[in-house]
């Protein structure tokens, strides 16, 4: 995974050099001026506490607390020496968890990875058993949004009911990849590198 980022990097390095070195830096730039959406927990924090000091600063920095996040992640992964499957879904989740822009099809890759995961030997089932709540959440929330056109239904109707689950949704999201998160570091042994043979 090392060797994956380097090459990334690398790549980005030399486009940027031959064509705009602003190529590198633009993604983060539309990214942090973005304002908090839907399923993150920013925006949930945003809707109960509106103009708070310390929201607004966690809102302007959000892109620089999810690099040091996901590269702690990344570290973390180096350290344990994990296989290349456990790492990318831990470090996606902790992405997941701290992206202001909370998008329901972010979620769309952990799902594909999570079907992945079922064509696999039994240790690799526990991670599927992990994500399974994160999973049942995303798609009654995806069940919920096409069923309210997006919650705006809630502008007509007579029961706060979608304003409630459009402005806390964020909040529940948060704690489900939290406990993903802390599921996932407690299995962090049983997917060293030694064991990387990943089999059908």
């Not at 995974?1 to 790549?11: E, R, S």
């Not at 539309?30 to 945003?46: E, T, W």
């Not at 992964?77 to 790492?87: F, G």
Request: one cysteine or more; aromatic letters at 16%.
């Amino acid at each position: 995974m090392f060797t994956i980022c380097i090459f990334i990097f690398i790549f980005l390095l030399s486009f940027s050099t031959m064509f705009d070195y602003n190529l590198i830096i633009e993604p983060l730039k539309f990214g942090n001026i973005r304002d908090p959406k839907f399923i993150s927990v920013l925006a949930s924090l945003n809707y109960s506490f509106p103009e708070n000091q310390f929201i607004e600063f966690l809102k302007k920095y959000n892109t620089y607390l999810v690099i040091i996040l996901v590269l702690a992640g990344h570290l973390f992964t180096l350290l344990k020496k994990t296989d290349l499957l456990y790492s990318i879904i831990f470090i996606y989740i902790i992405l997941l968890t701290t992206y202001k822009v909370g998008h329901p099809q972010f979620y769309i890759t952990l799902l594909v990875i999570s079907s992945y995961l079922l064509t696999l030997n039994d240790k690799y089932l526990i991670i599927f058993k992990i994500l399974m709540p994160l999973i049942i959440l995303l798609s009654l929330i995806s069940l919920g949004y096409s069923l309210t056109s997006g919650y705006d239904l809630m502008r007509n109707s007579n029961t706060n009911l979608w304003i409630n689950v459009r402005e806390n949704i964020g909040y529940i999201f948060f704690i489900t990849n939290l406990y993903v998160l802390f599921r996932m570091l407690l299995i962090s042994k049983n997917f060293r590198k030694t064991d990387n043979i990943i089999e059908c």
